[in-house]
């Protein structure tokens, strides 16, 4: 365990994720209820059928909230154990059992996730605290008596702790498959053909993905007479999104490598096309949270936008109505964002985290392109271009998802009320800030790996056990 333990920059990635996603579910369960509260104190509260969507979209919430800790802890503790090949192969080489190693795996995740997670249950409670205060003061927010310490909050805490264990113990699985000798030798990645011939993993994702997209046909359409239809339309998102990520070793590299095109021909852009396509499971850990990120951004962003449409139309010989369902709808929109927004800020923490910890885990790649003849300023460019490759497919390929699932939520939502399918309204404010953001997040990602890639000698990187 203590041979294990001594990764302090490992930890430390791991436990901001672990608390992030902590604190984003404490938060979410304690909104959906303070939402819940100032609706049903005006008069749209008083709908049984308000309160029915309300009750819904406060279940679908909550699962969203551990759904995203659960992918972006999976994926950092992920890539984390495949940085640790070396160090546990030479534990087995000197007698450790499979078992004791992998158990040794289990509570350092345990412990760093439960930790992480503590972490987050303060911050969360803090942050509500502090916004139902300045929403009551700036009137945002009714003056009514606000539960805001449930025992549910602890509900993530568990869920995280339990998740990071569990990331850590599926993640040293590939590891003590592999001979002691054969693993000394280089990083457990499996490469691209090696993915394809998953033929288990991806015969399940693609059952997955079909299953999911045919229940949300039937929940758009059970949606037509039944408000009932959004949580069948839900469970198929979240089904076929499960293939998607699942399977993001067989979706990444098409695009991935579509984007890398863009980069140019010159020999940094050709080196960090094929780094990004090279090792799939590597790539796709690294942009599949900033997917999900994205996705959700846009998808609650196109729900709102939709709804605000759906309603408008709906109640146009009713303005006072009209006008009162558009401030609630406007109070909603802004706290989901800023909810789904945090998990995009997990998913942008978790991408740049796995291209640090990638970079660190290509030290003797790196050198030997140095002692080959790049100088400082290319490798700089090399890790900028993988940057931008993966940030631009992640935020392209979460732009296209959360339009459909966007759609398919909203008219599930209201399929009842309008009695027919209506086309998805795009709110491009918010799309183009989303766009914006990726742009950014891709000079953040690049800074530190791009440091770190250029501060070791090509003699000493070359020389690194």
């Known amino acids: 365990m203590a041979a294990l333990g001594g ?218 007479a039944s408000v009932f239809g959004l949580l069948i339309s839900f469970f198929g998102g979240l089904i076929s999104f499960t293939g998607i990520i699942l399977g993001a070793h067989l979706v990444m590299p098409p695009v991935l490598r579509l984007v890398g095109r863009m980069l140019g021909s010159g020999p940094t852009a050709r080196l960090a096309a094929e780094n990004a396509v090279r090792f799939p499971d590597r790539s796709s850990r690294a942009t599949i949270g900033l997917v999900i990120g994205v996705t959700l951004v846009t998808m609650f962003a196109v729900t709102m936008e939709s709804y605000r449409t759906m309603v408008a139309s709906t109640f146009e010989d009713d303005p006072q109505m009209a006008a009162v369902i558009d401030q609630s709808v406007t109070l909603s929109t802004s706290i989901f964002l800023a909810l789904v927004g945090f998990s995009a800020i997990i998913a942008a923490i978790g991408m740049v985290n796995n291209l640090s910890l990638s970079v660190l885990q290509r030290t003797r790649e790196l050198g030997l392109l140095r002692a080959l003849g790049f100088t400082g300023r290319q490798v700089r460019s090399m890790i900028l271009a993988e940057s931008a490759q993966m940030t631009v497919a992640a935020v392209g390929l979460g732009l296209v998802l959360g339009i459909f699932y966007g759609w398919a939520g909203a008219q599930s939502l209201l399929g009842s009320i309008q009695g027919q399918l209506m086309p998805p309204s795009l709110p491009w404010p918010i799309l183009v800030f989303t766009v914006l953001a990726g742009a950014a997040l891709t000079l953040i990602a690049s800074v530190t790996p791009a440091r770190r890639a250029t501060t070791v000698s090509p003699v000493l990187a070359l020389a690194v056990d």
């Open 7 to 224: 990764k302090t920059r490992d930890h430390g990635s791991t436990l901001v994720v672990a608390a992030l996603s902590s604190a984003f579910g404490v938060v979410l369960l304690q909104a959906t209820g303070i939402i819940a509260t100032a609706i049903q104190s005006d008069v749209v509260g008083e709908s049984a059928s308000v309160r029915l969507a309300l009750s819904l979209v406060t279940t679908v919430f909550t699962v969203i909230a551990f759904y995203v800790g659960a992918i972006v802890t999976a994926n950092t503790f992920g890539t984390i154990i495949a940085g640790r090949v070396r160090s546990i192969a030479l534990l087995r080489l000197i007698g450790a059992r499979a078992v004791t190693v992998r158990r040794a795996v289990a509570t350092e995740g345990l412990i760093v996730g439960a930790l992480g997670a503590l972490i987050g249950l303060a911050l969360g409670m803090l942050i509500t605290l502090g916004a139902v205060a300045i929403g009551i003061q700036q009137a945002w927010l009714p003056a009514v008596e606000y539960a805001l310490i449930e025992p549910i909050v602890v509900l993530p805490v568990a869920v995280v702790a339990l998740v990071t264990w569990g990331a850590a113990w599926v993640g040293s699985r590939r590891v003590v498959t592999v001979s002691p000798m054969e693993a000394t030798g280089a990083a457990v990645e499996a490469s691209l053909e090696q993915s394809r011939h998953r033929t288990a993993r991806n015969v399940f994702a693609l059952l997955l993905v079909v299953i999911g997209f045919a229940m949300m046909a039937l929940g758009i359409l059970v949606s037509l």
